[in-house]
């Protein structure tokens, strides 16, 4: 009777940031990020060079090496969408990005391209990496399982506190 009274939960919906192998940030080839050290998340082996938004948010930064681009959800949460691993000492090269600080994106916008040829030739790892830095926001985080996936495919529901 008094459900109106109820505060609704806030939800993030996450997506695939490529067309791709789901899998938990766990099973990442970066112990830092599988550790969670920088906070929970999870990753896409891109199957092309395509990258998009893993969720809805404004643009904070992108990084000048062109690695990784961090945003923040209307609700606050932040989130680090970082392309490869140890990619910041290809130092921009296989990057071509096409959002600036302070733009607005939807999951799923394309952010631009990276070089996969590129990175495997200078003997990287392309996971393409989702990291929600600041965890104390989220209450429930969803299990993001191997599977093939799409671009933009919804991956969940993250829950904040």
Do not use: C
Not at 1 to 27: E, H, R, S
Not at 52 to 67: E, R
Not at 130 to 147: R, S
């Amino acid at each position: 009777m008094f459900n109106f009274l109820k505060k609704q939960a806030k939800t993030v919906t996450i997506v695939a940031p490529a067309d791709g192998q789901a899998m938990p940030v766990t099973a990442v080839s970066d112990p830092m990020f599988a550790q969670k050290i920088m906070g929970d998340g999870y990753a896409v082996k891109p199957s092309s060079d395509a990258v998009y938004a893993p969720v809805s948010g404004q643009v904070v930064s992108v990084f000048p090496t062109k690695h990784a681009i961090s945003l923040r959800t209307a609700d606050g949460l932040e989130v680090l969408l970082h392309m490869g691993v140890d990619t910041v000492e290809l130092k921009g090269g296989p990057f071509a990005l096409t959002v600036s600080d302070g733009q607005t994106v939807t999951a799923g916008d394309a952010l631009g391209t990276m070089d996969r040829a590129a990175i495997a030739a200078a003997g990287k790892s392309d996971e393409l990496i989702v990291v929600f830095t600041n965890m104390d926001k989220v209450k429930a985080f969803p299990t993001v399982a191997a599977a093939t996936v799409t671009h933009g495919q919804t991956l969940g529901d993250i829950t904040l506190a």
